[in-house]
């Protein structure tokens, strides 16, 4: 079965930055874009990045403001987010998303399936 394991948040200040990590395992890795979507209290859950199966092919929300860096290593099965100058706002939980095919997926609706997620949180 499919399993998507997210790791690597915390408390952290603001201004630093911050890598998560995303481990598959129950599908062909590369055949699948993958994406990093975002959920703050009361909010919706919300793109932070996107990348295609090959690698070759990125997107980022508009408001992303070029502080998100989206990678995937298909011989190792992961996948990362690197988050540079963190905010407050940046606080939420992280997902790690499948999309539905190779391609890149930046709403919900297009995902397959979830991981857990993982906490950030940015606080002086």
């Known amino acids: 079965q499919v399993q998507l394991v997210e790791s690597g948040g915390g408390s952290v200040l603001p201004g630093t930055s911050l890598t998560l990590s995303c481990v598959a395992s129950g599908f062909e890795f590369g055949s699948y874009g993958l994406s990093w979507f975002r959920q703050a209290p009361t909010k919706e859950r919300e793109l932070v990045a996107s990348i295609s199966g090959s690698g070759t092919g990125t997107k980022f929300p508009m408001s992303a403001g070029g502080r998100f860096t989206i990678s995937r290593d298909n011989d190792k099965n992961t996948m990362w987010l690197h988050i540079d100058s963190l905010r407050p706002e940046d606080t939420a939980t992280y997902f790690c998303?499948?999309?539905?095919?190779?391609?890149?997926?930046?709403?919900?609706?297009?995902?397959?399936?979830w991981g857990q997620g993982t906490q950030v949180t940015v606080s002086s």
């Open positions: 998303a499948k999309c539905e095919d190779s391609f890149t997926c930046s709403q919900p609706r297009f995902v397959k399936a």
